[in-house]
């Protein structure tokens, strides 16, 4: 009877301990279910913000990478989606990959705006890509300096968001003595250590007519070509990256380069600096312009005249040490030094070229090039 009794003891201990066990997943369960079901209605919110944000209105930009890209979206796309609600959707690429979508693209283009190089600029609105800006629709064209007004035809194609210098970049350590003239290239201290842009860099192409204006009497390209060819080189660069790369690793003690990332390297604590030679810099400039067919052309002019602000002039400043092309923007003195023009200049002490009529020899210059210098 004992044995009986605690065998059924037993039997009601195992059978209580079994329901508990059971009543405790069945819990567990329940609760995983209530924690799913949350999931589930949160991610159908999420889904439902997901797809208001992706039907909002857009733009798409073209503009650089690295860096350059980093301050447009920073200086320009990003305050300009906040006062405005409009998604900035970046196409990166460099002046001339664009300016090749965009041939791709003329029937249906899918950028709507796009920063170019200058130069490149020309090329793209003979190329018939571009389409006009209209004051009535940016009306801070009003407030950019004339040198950054660019007009053909009698129409506005292109706006500056800031203009650089083209002179030499050189290491402080290595060269004792800096370089103060465009004929310095062909100094005994920079010999092998020089990198110079090719024409397949947005530099390459004006620097060569650059220098053959500044001969005395100017001549016509036999000269400066008869110059170049003594040029010692440890190389001809075709991107501004492998520049930057060649003066970081040392492999160059001086280069013919952009004052912009020139100054940037230096923020980094790399012991470079940038000279404009005697003879003058030469000027460039990054450009907007509005694509011909925009989908989104509305958005693309608001997108534009943000970028024209005083607000977007200084930050491009501060970032990227362009020369600020909007009127009355101010800098700090640092800023300010690293400026293309320097502390105390202006846009006018810039030397800007004729465009247009470099792109009219720009494929005869190349070819020259590609027989007597690249393969010499």
């Not at 060569?208 to 000269?223: G, Q, R």
């Not at 060649?246 to 001086?254: C, E, F, K, T, Y």
């Not at 004052?259 to 460039?284: C, H, I, Q």
Request: aromatic share 10%; glycine share 6%; hydrophobic share 45%.
């Amino acid at each position: 009877m004992a044995e009986m009794f605690k065998f059924l003891s037993v039997h009601f201990l195992f059978h209580k301990s079994l329901r508990q066990h059971y009543a405790t997943q069945r819990q567990t369960l329940e609760s995983k279910m209530k924690s799913l079901r949350r999931m589930l209605v949160v991610g159908v919110v999420f889904a439902g913000a997901f797809a208001v944000d992706a039907s909002a209105e857009s733009v798409t930009v073209g503009w650089f990478g690295g860096n350059w890209g980093d301050a447009f979206n920073q200086c320009v796309a990003q305050p300009f989606t906040r006062a405005t609600g409009i998604n900035v959707i970046p196409e990166i690429g460099t002046s001339t990959v664009n300016l090749s979508k965009l041939e791709q693209q003329r029937s249906a283009p899918a950028i709507d705006a796009v920063w170019m190089d200058s130069g490149v600029s020309e090329l793209a609105t003979a190329a018939g890509v571009i389409d006009s800006l209209n004051p009535a629709e940016i009306p801070n064209l009003s407030n950019v300096v004339p040198e950054g007004v660019y007009r053909h035809d009698g129409t506005v194609f292109a706006v500056s968001t800031g203009f650089y210098a083209v002179g030499i970049a050189y290491n402080t350590k290595e060269l004792k003595v800096p370089p103060t003239s465009w004929n310095d290239l062909w100094r005994a201290d920079m010999a092998n250590e020089l990198t110079f842009p090719s024409p397949a860099n947005a530099l390459g192409v004006p620097t060569v007519f650059f220098l053959n204006s500044i001969n005395k009497p100017p001549a016509d390209m036999d000269v400066t070509f008869a110059k170049l060819k003594k040029l010692k080189v440890s190389a001809f660069y075709d991107s501004s990256g492998a520049a930057a790369n060649a003066l970081q690793s040392g492999d160059v003690v001086a280069a013919v380069y952009n004052s912009a990332p020139t100054w940037d390297l230096a923020d980094r604590g790399l012991p470079l600096a940038f000279v404009a030679p005697k003879e003058g810099a030469w000027g460039g400039d990054v450009r907007l312009h509005l694509v011909k067919g925009a989908r989104n052309k509305a958005a693309a002019e608001k997108f534009i005249n943000a970028a024209i602000t005083p607000e977007a002039s200084a930050c491009l400043a501060k970032k990227l040490y362009l020369g600020p092309s909007v009127k009355g923007v101010t800098v700090s003195p640092e800023v300010a030094r690293k400026l293309p023009w320097g502390e105390n200049g202006s846009v006018k002490d810039l030397k800007f070229l004729d465009w247009w009529e470099i792109n009219k020899q720009r494929a005869a210059l190349v070819d020259r090039w590609n027989r007597e210098i690249a393969n010499k």
